[in-house]
T-cell receptor, first 117, second 109 residues
Framework: GAVVSQHPSRVICKSGTSVKIECRSL??????MFWYRQFPKKSLMLMAT?????????EQGVEKDKFLINHASLTLSTLTVTSAHPEDSSFYIC?????????????FGDGTRLSIL | RKEVEQDPGPFNVPEGATVAFNCTYS??????FFWYRQDCRKEPKLLMS???SGNEDGRFTAQLNRASQYISLLIRDSKLSDSATYLC??????????FGPGTRLSVLP
């Protein structure tokens, strides 16, 4: 079945560091990818929708200059958390739709657990 | 009103019990419905799609009621391994699907 690969799975770094997370669709093309954040015991929160070849669409309250998204190809989207601080520590998950089957459920990456010290 | 709402939970049930979750959605134009399962500290994984006629997969039964705009998930003969958070997903809205907040299930020995 369709696979989405997310890397890295775990990041621990100092406050002020910028962290890049990659999301790749391995066997399908994804015009659109989604970035979610999940705090402990909370629900998934959509942060932004990443569109190949154009600017990402951010949800209300999500700072676009803080969370930089690049979707340079049909199989890769990146999320960069710039100048990360402890409050950015969270579980970040990407997902993608196979563009050939837009009505089908999303495929999720394994997630990235980010811890800022 | 939130787009997708679920039973607040948590549900604590003994092994072998039957448990049902409900999910309501606000957008009557919604066309696709799914149940996902998320284990602690893991990504959500598709459990099953929900079809208009209802569908069953082993111990799991999903139902859709378009008139009342809700979907349900029934789990029979609960196993310890069923303990997880169950997410209701509705869409698509453009390219996106909306996730419910999830209902946590704990199956107790």
């Amino acid at each position: 079945g369709a696979v989405v690969s997310q890397h890295p799975s775990r990041v621990i770094c100092k406050s002020g560091t910028s962290v890049k997370i990659e999301c790749r669709s391995l066997d399908f093309q994804a015009t659109t990818m989604f970035w979610y954040r999940q705090f402990p015991k909370k629900s998934l929160m959509l942060m932004a929708t990443s569109n190949e070849g154009s600017k990402a669409t951010y949800e209300q309250g999500v700072e676009k200059d803080k969370f930089l998204i690049n979707h340079a190809s049909l199989t890769l989207s990146t999320l960069t958390v710039t100048s990360a601080h402890p409050e950015d520590s969270s579980f970040y998950i990407c997902s993608a739709n196979d563009r050939a089957y837009s009505n089908q459920p999303q495929h999720f990456g394994d997630g990235t657990r980010l811890s800022i010290l | 009103r939130k787009e997708v709402e679920q039973d607040p939970g948590p549900f604590n049930v003994p092994e072998g019990a039957t448990v049902a979750f409900n999910c309501t959605y606000s957008n009557s134009a919604s066309q696709s419905f799914f149940w996902y399962r998320q284990d602690c500290r893991k990504e959500p994984k598709l459990l099953m799609s929900v079809y208009s006629s209802g569908n069953e997969d082993g111990r799991f039964t999903a139902q859709l009621n378009r008139a009342s705009q809700y979907i349900s998930l029934l789990i029979r003969d609960s196993k310890l391994s069923d303990s997880a958070t169950y997410l209701c997903v509705v869409g698509p809205y453009g390219q996106n699907f909306v996730f419910g907040p999830g209902t946590r299930l704990s199956v107790l020995p």
